[in-house]
């Protein structure tokens, strides 16, 4: 990939969080929620960022932002330091850089109306003000599918889906090039979420937005990106095309993700995934390879040795057995 | 739960030598001059000096300081500028009258309010709901000095019921329960009224939690419903306003005794303000935030015994 | 795509307004209060007699034909006393209320928002200044500062800010975690504006309410003061004051505490059914029961 189309480039990002607690002997826990995390994002591209809960995903998602502070690695945007950034520099990569929220019911002011949440960013920004700023916040309301009478009703008036709506208007009025999109869909009703993630396929190619994916939803994932990566307890296991990773996984555990969600198709005959244990606590990550407890192909090295993270193809792996 | 308790503890030694701190610092705040306070403005410059001298004013503030902390933690306060007597044996003689008055208007407070809590919320927006909610807030509204003036009036200078003066007589306790009454009773309507609302608000809230309709379903006889499952659990945030309240009950203690003519605390800390007498101030400061932190100390760990949750 | 029939929009105070006024109990207060505002703003056509006048014939005489409501021991006007002190009374506590809730409210708001260390040191200074009884603390204040109009607004205020700085703290400790703040700092908006524009909006209410409520009490301890000889000096007329004087003379006429205690139960009883019809009006838990 030429350096022209790189957008995102995020390397070895890391975030601790350290809780002091206990009396008289206070007890120190560090929980690396995410640890040495790399990828790479082209123009337009949707990448994904999968794993489950706890995984560390919107931890990473936010520290690429600047929402969270990393604790080391770097964030390189169209080839700007984000990790350093201050002051007007950082405002610029705001407008260039937006995210949408999980949750409808709280991403938006109850306060403000629609056409204030609209238009408040292009007033921030110097994008636009006073009528200007009115007939382009209708417009990005018709792009999204909501009538421009939306412009004056509060949040509580619309329904789940139309506030995510109204969420991903507010991230378009700056005219980012990248969006963070942290479970989009996640806690919508099904009927909705195929509408909102076609609206979010539609402004992708009507734009040429790229996209950081970040879902639990495997299927979601799989049609919506292009390239993928997977996240275990804080770092990326396994990174590939979609194809590639959800076809003929080789990280262990990106078969037991794959293998649990299930595709309804009758000619595939799956047996049930054996699906060992449940995820450890991100304090106490187990020794060697953090997923060896639960993998059927562990062996002594996974217990003693962090796996080397090997490219292959054009993905990567980060395994000591990894299936072929 | 020791642990528990000696960790409350230690919390609040911060909290009293930070009150300390600030009570000392508002006494010496004053615009003017005791010693021109005390002695007049005839007085000589020499006699002036002597006195600051003695008071110990002309020191550096922060000797005074560290005086001032060195001698309250041992428990002396230091002497009265108008009575010549230690601070702390005028305050001795009047906190107990204090107390008792109190306590008496907590006993009051709780054995009609949480009562009339209760059988308000059973009986949610009925007539009893209403009278209840009514009286409560006339209750709340009327100062205690206006309520005191208004009982005294009825019922000492019309009807003759109770004695316009409140000194009991030394030793003769049924004299000194007659002349409780009254401002008991002052106090006490205020409390209710709180706690009534409080209680009221609370076993509303409790009844329609899941768990209290669990139980319904389960057959539990209604009696037991309301004591064992929903009154326990309605108290906690009771226990929590009679701890806030007793901090203006002590407030309020000063203006009953006053309308009654009791002694205690109240008409201490009056003439140390009308007299201007710094020690006896600084003194009164003291006790009555070190009150406060006790019985807030008090409340937090009744918490830890009836809501294990709070203990870890 | 989807196109959903919306309502008109409505103002959501003038919502509140509707509902505030319909309730029979709230609008006797809001009724009560109008009384107190009106006595107050006319007294000085209200008034039948200089309350400053002393009649020293007519002193200490009941309710009657020549004097409305009787006169107290220096023979001036009872009812254009009370006319007057209305004036005092609703002054000294809105303004300190007033300040208090603007002080308190945003002390509270921004510790709450920063958070952390600063955030628990702040809160360690306003548990120690909440640990002192407010009237104690009102008495102490205004024996140091001296008996002025300006001086008890100022000590009241005081014994009332610690407890608004908590009143706000507690929904910005809440609203904090809501994603529209997390929003506002990704689309790049500056800490000042998402306090000034996003916090305090959504805590504007509460501190509304509280106020309200804290009116009532800050009446109370005005009047208190005043009856100790701790508020404004006479002959200036306070309602407290007033009741002073009729405790004095309380065994020559019952009258004079009478009426300034009737007064001051009216306006403290007023503020305090609007205050709760405002909270029952705002609260989403109550509303929905």
Known sequence: MS???????????????????????????????????????????AFGLVGESGCGKSTAARAVLGLIPPDAGHVRFAEIDVTGARGSMLQQLRRRMQIVFQDPYSSLNPRRTIGQALTEPLGVHGLARGRAARERAIALLEEVGLPPSAYDRHPHEFSGGQRQRVGIARALSVEPELIVADEPVSALDVSVQAQVLLLLKDL????????????????????????????????????GSVSSVFGAPRHPYTRMLRDASPIPDPAIRGQLPRIVGEIPSAANPPAGCHFHPRCPRASDVCRTAYPEWRADGDGAVACHHPED | MIAFIIRRLLASIPTLLAVLTLVFLLVRVVPGDPAIAILGDRATPETLAALRAELGLDRWIGAQYFDFLGHAILGDLGTSMVTHRPVWTEIAEALPHTIVLTLAAMAIGCLIGIPAGVWAALNRNGPVDVLTRLLSLLGLSFPVFVSG???LIVFALQLHLFPVIGNPRPGDWIDGLHKLVLPAVTLGVVMAAYVVRVTRSSMLQVLGEDYIRTARAKGVPRRAIIWRHGLSNALIPVVTVVGLYVGILIGNSVLTEIVFNRPGLGKVIVSALTQRDYTMLQGMMVIYCFLIVVVNLITDISYGFIDPRVKQ | MTDVALSEPRSSWRVMAGRLLSDPVTLAGVILCAIVLAGALLAPWLAPRDPLE?????????????????????????LSRLLWGARISLLVSFLSIASAVVV?????????????????????????????????????????????VTNLIIAISLTAIAPFARIARAPVLVIKERAFIEAGRALGFSHLRILLVHVLPNIVTDLLVMGTLWMATAVRTEASLSFIGLGVKPPTPTWGGMMRDGFENILDSAWLC????????????????????LCDVTDPKANAQ
């Open chain 1, 3 to 45: 350096a022209s189309h790189t957008l995102l480039e995020v390397r070895d990002l890391a975030k601790h969080f350290t809780v002091t607690k206990g009396f008289p002997r206070p007890v120190t826990t560090t929980v690396r929620a995410v640890d040495g995390v790399s990828f790479v994002v082209a123009r337009g591209e």
């Open chain 1, 204 to 239: 992708q190619t009507r734009r040429g937005l790229a996209f950081v994916f970040v879902s639990h939803d495997l299927g979601v994932v799989r049609w919506f990106c292009s390239r993928v990566a997977v996240m275990y307890l804080g770092r990326i296991v396994e990174t």
């Open chain 2, 149 to 151: 003036i208004f009982l």
């Open chain 3, 54 to 78: 002393q009649n020293i014939l007519d002193r200490l005489a009941g309710p009657g034909s020549e004097y409305l409501l009787g006169t107290d021991q220096f023979g001036r006007d009872v």
């Open chain 3, 104 to 148: 308190g409210g945003a002390i509270g708001m921004v510790s709450g928002y920063i958070g952390g260390r600063f955030d628990l040191v702040t809160m360690q200074v306003m548990d120690v200044l909440l640990s002192f009884p407010s009237l104690i603390l009102g008495m102490i204040m205004v024996a140091l500062l001296g008996s002025s």
């Open chain 3, 258 to 277: 009478i009426w300034p205690g009737l007064a001051i139960l009216v306006l403290v009883l007023g503020l305090n059914l609007v205050g709760d019809g």
